[in-house]
């Protein structure tokens, strides 16, 4: 059974960093491509970032405009792991955060929320 367990959120003040991750059970993160998602308070889900599966050895890492220059994301296939390393954190990046693989259906973890405020 495919699991996605988000962690790492909270409240941070701008220009700080966190760091979530993404522990997958029931698949191997690195047979997928794994997706961050969020989604602000009366927003839509937005895509933020994408990491490859360690098959495909071209165009491994994309990012929202939004994220592009800020975040990063990774992965640990020893952990079963990906992550989103946010840095230069802003207000407007305030969201539910939601890990997301697509394996036989899309599914989402319960998300972390990040909370950017002075």
């Known amino acids: 059974q495919v699991q996605l367990v988000e962690s790492g959120g909270g409240l941070v003040q701008p220009g700080g960093s966190l760091r979530l991750s993404c522990v997958g059970s029931g698949f191997s993160v690195s047979a997928f491509a794994m997706r961050w998602y969020r989604q602000a308070p009366g927003k839509e889900l937005e895509w933020v970032a994408r990491i490859a599966s360690a098959r495909d050895t071209f165009n491994t890492e994309n990012y929202a405009e939004s994220a592009r220059g800020r975040f990063t994301i990774s992965r640990d296939d020893a952990k079963n792991t990906v992550y989103l390393q946010m840095n230069s954190l802003k207000a407007e990046d305030t969201a539910m955060y939601f890990c997301?693989?697509?394996?036989?259906?899309?599914?989402y973890g319960q998300g972390t929320q990040v909370t950017v405020s002075s």
């Open positions: 997301n693989v697509w394996t036989d259906r899309d599914y």
